[in-house]
């Protein structure tokens, strides 16, 4: 989601996403752009197969997340979302669904690649692989605490400057 940054420097402990198919593996994935056409995967939290419904998976380690990070979804090689226009493993919607305000969608590029294409902390080119631009909305969300709401609120509640 190209159009949905991170606002300030953050910490993630949790992702909360709505499941629409139980089989296979789904990821999300902390990324952040470097330039044009050069992005980097900082984080991937693994979303194992479960039943259809909403999961929070929580982060064991707290992750670093820095200003202007944005999250994505992507599949193993194989799929995920099964080529369809909407739905996959990760729920999401496209505007002709219909059914979702216009507000809610964000740019997303849509890359013929697969997990395995992804490796964390490399500069990886985009351009190399087939993609488009969609807009999509997904059932999908990063429960992120703000840097500077725990040094600065802990400090002033323990009482220190």
């Known amino acids: 989601m190209l159009n949905n940054r991170v606002t300030c420097d953050s910490t993630l402990r949790q992702i909360v996403y709505f499941r629409g198919d139980p ?23 693994v979303l194992p197969p479960a039943a259809i419904g909403i999961y929070r998976v929580d982060v064991p380690d707290p ?25 996959g493993i990760v729920v999401h919607s496209v ?6 305000d216009p507000t809610y969608f964000y740019q997303t590029l849509v890359v013929d690649a697969g997990d395995e294409d992804f490796p964390t902390d490399r500069t990886i080119r985009l351009s190399s692989f087939d993609s488009r631009l969609e807009s999509r909305a997904f059932a999908l969300q990063a429960i992120l605490v703000p840097d500077s709401l725990g040094q600065s609120s802990i400090s002033r509640f323990l009482g220190r400057n």
């Open 95 to 100: 505007p002709a669904d219909g059914v979702v």
């Open 23 to 45: 089989e296979g593996t789904a990821f999300a994935g902390i990324w952040r752009q470097l330039s044009e056409d050069e992005y980097i995967l900082k984080h991937r939290i």
């Open 63 to 87: 992750l670093p997340i820095e200003r202007g990070d944005f999250l994505g979804v992507h599949y193993l090689r194989d799929g995920g979302d099964h080529g369809s226009a909407s739905g």
